[in-house]
């Protein structure tokens, strides 16, 4: 009996390993960068406490697109009321575009760190080739480039080699942690669990299983083909907990190379990941610099996309676009003409002399209305019969889902309560 695409190996590292490469974006380098140099080894626990969280809501989003053979916003628009659905998709979109302004930057940047040059000449070169790979290269070829640009994060794994860590008192700070009742303490917590579950990831995962669906001829929605249904969620369960794993350990190294580097050192004031590389260099060396700006412009490349592409999904679904990376671009061209106008407005934004930490802060605000609403509507619509037909999703992943949900409902209720509160 011929293999399905299920069963075989290349195809099992797929948009689970992608989501969660693209979810340590310059943006999440940034802030793990800012928490590890702030709070040194007492914060890395948070790392552990996001992971099966993570996990967790990115399967069951996963689950949706296989199951139905539509995205997140298609199935949450059947189910929910128009005007809440577009609300929420709209603000997600506003979003993105602010985190790609700061992610594109942060390309140019880093490249001039690099290279020389004008950083926005680089931002530009990155923006218009991100642009031009999405719509004029199919998504059975450009996969792999995905997947290539993912590997860059080994880079920062890498660096850990290149600087001394006390490990047995990382590992004590891993299962007694040293915590603060500050306020600053508090937002760091908060920081890192919302850049690790973030909403544009949902909206990437689940609308990449649909188009899986959709452009394999081996492939239907599982509620229409059962008979499949176990390889799928075990392809789907391993891809998510390899690329759910895969992207935390790199937020761990972030973080613990920020405090074993910078905190040791007293560099606690780091606003952006380019900084965190030139702060690297003088104390760690010029090969762990290298590393590190390198990775920046990898994972970036990789983000652009995903954030792009998940705006572009959710948008189209939400009003019934044609929508499809697989498609030719006269095919569905509001589908690729929000890629194209989400990812040149970050890059337009990027050039304006806005503080790209200001922009970031209300990136965070906006996800932090739009991601505990959406997360409960996901929970919701996942569990349903007339949605998700035989295969609702497992006593396993409502627990774990409905649990991040609530963790991020608590880190909203404290990132707006501390907004107002003095940091010291």
Same mark, same amino acid.
């Given at each position: ?34 928490? &590890? ?47 809440? @659905? ?29 290279? &020389? ?36 994060? !080994?880079?920062?794994? /890498? ?31 908060? /920081? ?122 959710? !948008? &189209? ?6 929508? &499809? ?15 194209? @106008? ?27 209305? @739009? ?39 608590? /880190? ?13």
């Amino acid at each position: 009996m011929p293999q399905t695409s299920e069963s075989q190996w290349w195809k099992r590292i797929g948009a689970g390993f992608i989501t969660g490469a693209a979810d340590d974006d310059p943006s999440g380098i940034a802030t793990y960068s800012q928490v &590890g140099a702030a709070f040194g080894y007492g914060i890395l626990w948070t790392v552990l406490l996001a992971l099966p969280l993570m996990i967790g809501i990115q399967a069951v989003c996963a689950r949706v697109g296989r199951v139905t053979g539509a995205g997140l916003a298609r199935n949450l628009r059947a189910e929910f009321p128009l005007p809440v @659905v577009a609300g929420a998709v709209i603000l997600l979109a506003v979003a993105n575009v602010i985190n790609l302004s700061a992610d594109i930057g942060a390309i140019g940047a880093s490249a001039k760190l690099l290279a &020389g040059g004008p950083a926005p000449l680089y931002a530009a070169i990155a923006a218009l080739l991100s642009v031009a790979l999405q719509v004029f290269v199919p998504m059975p070829r450009y996969t792999p480039i995905l997947k290539v640009l993912a590997l860059s994060l !080994l880079a920062y794994i /890498a660096t850990i080699f290149m600087i001394r860590v006390p490990w047995p008192h990382v590992l004590k700070q891993l299962v007694w942690p040293t915590l603060t009742m500050k306020v600053d303490y508090a937002v760091a917590i908060v /920081a890192v669990l919302g850049t690790t579950i973030s909403p544009y990831l949902f909206f990437w995962q689940s609308s990449e299983e649909a188009n899986e669906v959709r452009t394999d001829s081996r492939r239907e929605p599982l509620r229409e083909q059962p008979a499949h249904a176990d390889g799928a969620f075990r392809r789907i369960w391993m891809d998510t907990i390899g690329g759910m794993v895969f992207s935390e350990l790199v937020a761990f190294c972030i973080i613990l190379a920020g405090a074993a580097v910078l905190h040791v050192h007293g560099k606690t004031d780091i606003q952006t990941s380019a900084d965190a590389a030139m702060a690297l260099k003088p104390l760690a060396g010029k090969f762990a610099f290298l590393l590190f700006a390198g990775g920046i412009i990898g994972t970036g490349l990789l983000a652009i996309p995903v954030l792009a592409g998940s705006a572009a999904f959710a !948008l &189209g679904e939400t009003f019934r676009w044609r929508t &499809g990376l697989e498609r030719k671009p006269q095919g569905a061209k509001l589908f690729y003409g929000a890629i194209a @106008v989400a990812t040149i407005g970050g890059m337009l934004l990027s050039f304006t002399p806005i503080n790209p930490i200001k922009m970031l802060y209300w990136s965070a605000v906006i996800n932090g209305v @739009v991601a505990v609403p959406m997360m409960v509507l996901i929970m919701l619509l996942a569990g349903r019969r007339k949605i998700m037909g035989k295969f609702p999703i497992p006593r396993v992943l409502k627990v774990l889902g409905w649990a991040a949900t609530s963790v991020m409902g608590a /880190a909203t209720l404290v990132m707006f309560a501390t907004a107002f509160l003095p940091h010291k």
